[in-house]
């Protein structure tokens, strides 16, 4: 037999309990009776007998058709994953003496991504004697994310990391 996945429900002749306290499709209880009994019962109505809480003292078992339960368990998953949006994290570089125009296009690319709601982490690499200087890339930074305050907040202030400077921007809620 082949293991039950988590999300599965053990039904009719795969329940092992002797015992279950038997809920009708209706939601009336209907007692503790024998599984086999049980099983009748909810033959005679057409339906499954399912193991709803099979920790629970005695066991609960529901009748229910089961394909329809399953089919409309799938339908709210699916639901629930179209619904839920997608973040991802796009890296913009820059240096702590960019140009005026290379400032420009990497903000315009930034504002593209923080417009299409995903995360923008901007970050600087300090090479040889620019790490004299991190108060410069810090000052570029800040800028950035200045010039893109009406679309995005500081989700991480600048800090460095060794030759590496980091900020995060999150595209703001109230956009929509």
């Known amino acids: ?7 599965e429900h053990l039904v009719n002749e795969g329940i092992r309990q002797r015992e279950v306290m038997v809920i009708s499709d209706t939601g009336d209880k209907l007692g503790v009776m024998n599984k086999n ?14 193991l709803v809480a099979p920790n629970a003292k005695p066991p609960v ?11 409309e368990q799938q339908r709210k998953q699916r639901e629930a994953r179209k619904n839920q949006k997608v973040t991802t994290l796009k890296e913009i570089r820059l240096s702590p003496k960019i140009d005026v125009h290379d400032f420009e ?7 593209k991504f923080l417009e299409s709601g995903d995360k923008v982490k901007v970050s600087i690499r300090f090479r040889g004697r620019e790490m004299a200087y991190t108060n410069k890339g810090r000052e570029v ?13 500081i989700e991480s202030h600048p800090r460095q990391d060794g030759r590496n400077m980091y900020m995060t921007l999150a595209p703001s809620k109230d956009k929509k």
């Open 1 to 7: 037999m082949p293991a039950k996945r988590p999300d």
């Open 37 to 50: 009994d049980a099983l009748d019962m909810a033959y005679e109505r057409n339906l499954d007998l399912v």
């Open 61 to 71: 078992a529901k009748f229910m058709d089961y394909n329809k339960h399953k089919y």
């Open 105 to 111: 296009t990497k903000l315009r690319h930034g504002r």
């Open 141 to 153: 930074m800040l800028q950035f994310a200045e010039k893109c305050n009406d679309l995005a907040t």
